[in-house]
């Protein structure tokens, strides 16, 4: 048995090209943990969930569609989309208004990235108690956690600042996830594809003989017994926010005595002969479709059903020199009318959705079941913020790709009335999974429309 | 709650250094008399004098509390008999200071927009007051006196106060800030259980297993709050990070045992941790591995073990022998166990009642041991720090300098300047910093290190030659290298080492002319006097900006000719009043650094047009260049340390500062200036801090 680990020296470029054809529908049911085979079977496959955020808005008017319904036209930014627009909604007029100052004055992109996808208003704070909502992905991880290896991945192809502040006050924990498994506890991105495919494909042992890898697997057992009950012990000696923390290590190491049952042999064996960059690629489309055939791959093998990407950080100031863009993001988007930075935006914006549409592709071409992932996935694309002059959260940007295995019709632009909640939409999105909600941050009610069925 | 904002409450203007007032500083600053120039900024120089006299006067009638520490403090030192006498009939009058000026201006002047009727700014005075006429939110109180002070309150465009009024509602203002000071209980805080950070991590391993391959810098980035990373109640720990952890863990240990054989292989005469007996290290012996469970365990867990922990340990040694394996693999078991106890990867500071929120408990001293170790070295406690411990000296103030001296000289050290200043003064942002390859050819990776290098060996220099703080605004030396060098025009420096250089403060000197902190805060093109002048204020001025207004939508009707100089658009940018609160402040500090480019190389010109590094201050003072901004700074030298203390205290307790913790910063503050200012001054009065040396517990549900 080969382990990747044992192969250092390789070409990055290389990695992972083309290798959702080389994983087909009978490996990926071997590869299946056994708990969760029953549940993807050819016919009824699992629906998956994922979320990709941009920061600092976009160039509105070059996004939203001017015709609605079926046959809606694809704007600047939307055109790299053409070959998925039957797959996916245009979904204009969701807000998440909760993201706005609200007495608390700036540190709007530090809100746009809390809010996104909990729909509440985070505690202003430098690091004590902070606070915003459970996500969205983090309800329908946990309703799916006994599904799967991971209940979700977190990924981003930004890493965050290492000193200074964030934004306005803000810790940088706001800017820096959009996944927050408690009210308290964000789930910080990973934005290593290294160790993304380490984690999926990883296997420790792979180099020893039955015997040793069992024995392996039992030390592991005994010593996350003793860490459980030691940090346990140790709660009961300390005040409420301590305990607090060891909660979440105490989370933590439930999942990994999970994970045990995972046999990562099989796993590595699929991943057999792939190939893994050492760091992250400095390209940035490179990078991107780097991570998203990881998050295709970890759909593909079920090890998770529900992920989400930070394309950028909120507040980002990366330049975009792959697309003659020399500014940073955030100093541009604040563009004050000027129409070479207009022009800049836009660029930037559409680069992201060409990254986003080769992903779309890649789920659209991986069969799964009786169709393609795609077809049994609902991955929600946008921005907290709309227009990045002025901050605003109303009338976000928002795309919604596949059909959540024929729960959504696709191939519409939709327009809601003017600052629906956002919350409403993952009300939806928590049905879809099994896991009917009935408020979610400032939801009130379901949305309409996207069943296909009510008009 | 109210906090306190990040780098302070007051601000101390310069120009109160004539003979007589020296020896008041500490107390001017408390009391926040930063307006003194900013109300006799004119043509009235004439009147100063009678007017400050009038102020200082009434201060000291009216800062009882002030008063009393120093009474106190001059019975410490022994000396000092002219302080006045703070007796109980000001204590009185601290508790209800006169406020009729106070509601009177209130009512005049602010009401209209910040009242009933209109809340601008969410604001609502009209009703935050009370009956008496009191304002009681502290935070509230330092905002006010920063506006009003600045004379961005009232708005220009409204009818404008008398000198005098203005002088008299400060006053109130002050006093009623000085009540409130006086009313708050003595509060060490608490501090909000730690795990090891990155740096933590891998220093600690190094310095517990020798372990130096860095194992923790796969694991995710930890986030900041109040500015470091090290702050309990941001530190998290994701599903992810309990993972990493498990893992690491059985690397550390393979890596930490297979080290030892080596040694033993080669049969070196070293210092063993796991391998401690004589015996083949294959062969099973149990009472060996006694011994090095008791020899590790203590050091990791940082602390005496209980002899349940013990037991607990050695299951894992015999669980691999009872798997027929041997002495090595038992100990790398054990020590694989240890890494993952929550005793080892957090920094517990249990009490006795932790839901007790009134009794104050002193550190036990392992705790605080480690407390000073982590913020001395971001690692564990040495033999000899814990020595001090076992024989109950460490607290004895000689052994306490002693250890403080002995530790910031240990190149273990070299952590402050890596994490302490690399985050105070974010150049650890180089690692993220992408200058334009067009604009900046000259910047690589090489470049890139230089310009940390310099900036760390120059924070370490001062630290361990004890020098002055000062020095971090006007030092006349610096550490280059050749790529350095060579950006900063300096001649026959040779090679990647480093060299300690004497320079002309006109070009550089201070941390305001070094490369890594002039590119963190330039865009990936040109320069910001924005992002520097806040750089300046926030971490050297004890002068913090409110955030932008949330929505900004003012700038969308600023037409601004795309053409115009940086300069030419911040100044219309300040035309519009909402904007100019803040970068009259922010913006000239900016100028100032305009020779250097986005890289900080000197350039003499912008874009074919002569640099202009003059600004003008919101007081009217001018100055230009960076020669002239270090003297700005060193005519604010009291808001300097201030500052620097507070991101150090709050470094060192790994939590934010909260109001009660201003006393505590005060004593700080002029115990450094009592001691000219020397670096080793201002650890010591952190360690022996109220907060950095007691706890107490925190209430059961909120």
Known sequence: MTSYITKKHLDRRTFLRGLGATLSLPLLDAMAPAQAAASVSASVAPTRLGFVYVPNGVIVPDWTPSAEGKGFDLPHILEPLASVRDNLNVASGL??????????????????????????????????????GISVDQIAARHLSEQTRFPSLELT????????????????????????????????????????FERLFGDKYGELNAVERDRRRSYRGSILDFV????????RRLGPTDRRKLDEYLYGIRLVEKQISWNEGEATDAADGLEVPESAPKDYAEYARLMFDLQVLAYQTDQTRVVSLMMALEGSGRAYREVGVKGGHHQLSHHLGDEAKIANLRSINRYHMEQFSYFLEKMKNTEDGDGSLLDHSLIIYGSGISDGNNHSHSELPILLAGNAGGQVATGRHIRYPKDTPMSNLFLNTLEYVGCPTDTLGDSDGRLDYLSGLDG | MSRLQPCGLAGVESGMTEPGFDGNLDIMQ??????????????????????RDLILRTIWASSPRQAAGRVFLAALIGGCQSVPHGGDADMEMAAAPDSTAMAGFLETHCYACHGAKRQKGG???????????????????????????????????????????????????????????????????????????????????RDLLGVDTG???????????????????????????????????EDVAKAAVARELEDYDRSLDVHRNILVCDHSALVHNATCADRAIRHLAPQAYRRPISREEFNQLKHFYQLAIDHGESFDAGMTLVIQAMLVSPHFLFRVEDIPSPNDTETHHYLEDYHYASRLSYFLWSSMPDETLLSTVRSGSLRNPRTLRDQIERMLRDPRAAALAENFAGQWLEFRNLQRSDPDPELFPEFNDELREAMAGETSRFFTAIVAEDRSVLDFVNADFTFVNEPLAKLYGIDGIVGPEFQRVSVDPAFRGGLLGQASILTVTSYPTRTSPVLRGLWVLENLLASPTPPPPPDVPALDAVEIDPGATMREKLTKHRENVSCASCHDRIDPLGFGLE???????????????????????????????????????LERKDDFVRCLAEKMLIYALGRGLEDYDEPALNEIVSEVARNDYRFSALVYEIVRSLPFTKLRGEAESS
């Not at chain 1, 964030?166 to 820096?176: E, L, P, V």
């Not at chain 1, 459980?228 to 709660?235: A, F, I």
């Not at chain 2, 000085?178 to 730690?194: F, Q």
């Not at chain 2, 020779?595 to 900080?600: E, H, L, S, V």
Request: net charge negative.
């Open chain 1, 95 to 132: 807000s998440q208004l909760n993201a706005r100052s609200l007495g608390d004055g700036g540190g709007d992109h530090a809100r746009a990235s809390a809010v996104f996808l909990t729909g509440v208003h985070p505690n202003k704070t430098a690091g004590a108690d902070i606070r915003s």
């Open chain 1, 157 to 196: 192809l930004e890493s965050g600042k290492l000193a200074g502040s964030c934004d306005s006050g803000y810790s940088c924990a706001y800017s820096n996830s959009i996944s927050w498994r408690t009210e308290t506890s964000p789930n910080p991105p990973e934005g290593s594809p290294r160790a993304v």
């Open chain 1, 228 to 235: 459980l009950e030691d940090t346990q012990k140790l709660q």
């Open chain 2, 30 to 51: 408390t009391l926040g008399l930063s307006w003194y120039r900013g109300v006799m900024n004119d043509e009235d120089t004439d009147r100063r004098k009678p007017v």
């Open chain 2, 123 to 205: 604001l609502d005075f009209e009703t935050l007051i009370m009956n008496d006429g009191h304002l009681v939110d502290q935070e509230l109180i330092g905002r006010i006196l920063a506006v009003v002070t600045s004379g961005e309150m009232p708005p220009k465009r409204r009818t404008q106060p008398e000198v005098e009024e203005v002088q008299a509602f400060l006053l109130d203002l002050n006093a009623q800030k000085e009540a409130l000071l006086a009313g708050i209980k003595p509060d060490p805080g608490r501090v909000t259980v730690r795990r090891l950070n990155r740096a933590e991590y891998n220093n600690t391993v």
């Open chain 2, 215 to 249: 194992p923790a810098d796969g694991l995710p980035p930890d986030d900041s709050g109040y500015g470091f990373d090290n702050n309990g109640d941001v530190l998290t720990l994701s599903p992810l990070l309990a993972e990493k952890y498990i893992e690491i863990a």
């Open chain 2, 595 to 633: 020779n250097y480019d986005a890289i900080g190389k000197w350039r003499g010109e912008d874009n074919g047009r002569p640099v202009d590094s003059s600004g003008v201050l919101p007081d009217g003072s001018e100055f230009s260049g960076p020669d002239g901004l270090k003297g700005v700074l």
